[in-house]
């Protein structure tokens, strides 16, 4: 049997022809399937503006620079996240420091970020922009964030791109009720793709405006924004310093074709998460814990490996998986703990939830096209992989 991987694109014939339409057209790069993937993307998640990027990576760098990141600013967010939630900090000559998470969700603890904050108010170290990270797909408690950021002064920007699709008290994730901006990602193993690609959604007008600069090298067409008087009707004018961040037409009809069938995803994902967590229950393994408000997109689904229970190790679980061809993964290597963050100062220990968590969690395989055969056979291989 072919390797089952943890994550995968679901690719249909109407994603084929939707590329093949723009092939033949007169725009391959940023055109009018842009502003339908923006428009449709905003309208999706209940944001007032998208605007598309290159990556998910792309999207948190310009976000952060519209947010006001610089030398001599802060970025706070969660370690246990791809390391780019952290870097784009980095990008913009800013700093990072964490926020621990929550042993029983991966997401960031709202009260490691209450007793910080109150540490950094004293200390007159605030941050200036947190990055909460939706891991797995489930939403971090945005409303407590949200009020804890405007008591502090401290603008919110989602890494959301686990979260398509999922909601937060009825509402879907990247409505940006509790944050100024949200950010997606493309990718192929994220549940929407445009091959690569990414976004940031946001309600505010001056900041569309501004992202929008940020991912074209900083450049205006509109005589409005000039410093100075055009030239002629083909003036340009580059006002910032900005980025070739722009996503092509082709990637954009890929991404519209996605998006029409992202509830089929969800739907599909939510009953594989259901079926795991039956299937599960006898097992010496815990699955993430899923507050009540909260329906998760279920980019991921990772699990708890007890160790003391079960008498074998993370390690030796993943290698049987990997040998009986379940590719699993590990998410996420500590962010803090990497050699460029170990460099900047900080220390195995600094974060030891997130620790902890990396230490026995696993990412089972989940995306729509795994069938009900191959599932079977991933809770079979997981039983024997437990009980060595
Ligand atoms: C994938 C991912 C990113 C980066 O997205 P790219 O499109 O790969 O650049 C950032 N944050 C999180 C949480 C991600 O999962």
Not at 30 to 57: M, N
Not at 61 to 85: D, E, M, R, Y
Request: charged share 25%; proline share 5%.
């Amino acid at each position: 049997m072919k390797k089952i991987p943890y994550g995968r694109q679901s690719i249909s014939d109407g994603d084929r022809a939707a590329v093949d339409g723009v092939l033949q057209s007169d725009w391959l790069t940023q055109g009018p399937k842009v502003d339908e993937f923006e428009a449709t993307l905003a309208r999706a998640v209940g944001a007032r503006y998208a605007v598309s990027v290159t990556s998910g990576t792309a999207a948190l760098h310009i976000a952060a620079l519209a947010a006001g990141i610089g030398p001599g600013k802060t970025v706070w967010t969660s370690p246990n996240t791809f390391v780019a939630s952290a870097a784009c900090a980095f990008y913009c000559g800013g700093e990072v420091d964490f926020v621990d998470v929550d042993p029983s969700d991966g997401n960031l603890s709202v009260e490691a970020l209450r007793s910080k904050l109150e540490d950094a108010d004293k200390a007159g170290r605030l941050p200036d922009v947190l990055i909460p990270v939706h891991y797995a797909g489930h939403s971090c408690d945005m409303a407590p964030i949200g009020e804890l950021a405007a008591q502090y002064g401290v603008k919110v920007v989602e890494d959301a791109c686990h979260a398509i699709g999922g909601t937060y008290r009825g509402e879907p994730v990247g409505n940006c009720r509790y944050s100024d901006m949200a950010i997606f990602s493309f990718h192929p193993v994220k549940n929407v793709t445009t091959g690569e690609g990414g976004a940031i959604t946001t309600n505010s007008e001056s900041l569309w405006r501004k992202l929008r600069l940020l991912r074209n090298h900083g450049i205006t067409r509109e005589e409005d924004l000039m410093e100075t008087a055009p030239d002629g009707p083909w003036s340009y004018q580059q006002i910032d310093l900005g980025f070739n961040y722009r996503l092509t037409d082709i990637q954009a009809a890929l991404g519209l074709s996605q998006l029409e069938r992202l509830s089929t995803f969800v739907a599909r994902r939510s009953e594989i998460a259901a079926r795991y967590d039956r299937s599960l229950e006898a097992l010496p393994v815990r699955p993430l814990r899923r507050r009540a408000d909260t329906a998760s997109a279920y980019h991921l689904y990772p699990v708890a490996i007890d160790e003391r229970r079960c008498g074998t190790s993370r390690l030796d679980v993943y290698n049987a998986l990997q040998d009986m061809g379940v590719g699993v993964q590990v998410h996420y290597i500590p962010v803090h703990t990497q050699p460029l963050f170990q460099r900047k100062g900080f220390r195995r220990g600094d974060f030891p939830q997130a620790e902890a968590f990396y230490r026995n969690t696993i990412s089972l395989p989940v995306y729509p096209d795994l069938d009900d055969r191959q599932q079977s056979y991933v809770i079979e291989c997981l039983g024997r992989a437990l009980a060595p």
